[in-house]
Nanobody
């Protein structure tokens, strides 16, 4: 059985930082593409960042490029999202996802995502 559990959300002031973690199990972690999505109230779900398998490549939404960094520790079955220079518009529920795809590259295609966590709330105050 696959388990995907996010942590690290919370309340932070604009300009601050948070680091999200996602622990996953029930599959060969190092093989899979992983991603973070988010959904803000009243907005469409947005792909934030993804990372390929192994020490694969990364991709970022334009809205977070230069501020967020995705990384993975395959020994710990954990993927991270370091979020710096946070803005109020970054407030959302952040979801860790596991793609059905393998490989060094990745994409933020919602339909590629096979497993989802329940999300962790990030609130950025002005």
């Amino acid at each position: 059985e696959v388990h995907v559990v996010e942590s690290g959300g919370g309340l932070v002031q604009a300009g601050g930082s948070l680091k999200l973690s996602c622990a996953a199990s029930g599959f060969t972690f190092g093989d899979r593409v992983l991603a973070w999505f988010r959904r803000a109230p009243g907005k469409e779900r947005e792909g934030v960042s993804c990372i390929g398998s192994g020490v694969g490549g990364t991709m970022y939404a334009d809205s977070v490029k230069g501020r967020f960094t995705i990384s993975r520790d395959n020994a710990k079955n954990t993927v991270y999202l370091q979020m710096n220079s946070l803005k109020p518009e970054d407030s959302a529920v952040y979801y860790c996802t596991v793609s059905y795809r393998y490989g060094l590259g990745c994409s933020l295609d919602y339909y590629d995502m096979e497993h989802w966590g329940t999300g962790t709330l990030v609130t950025v105050s002005p």
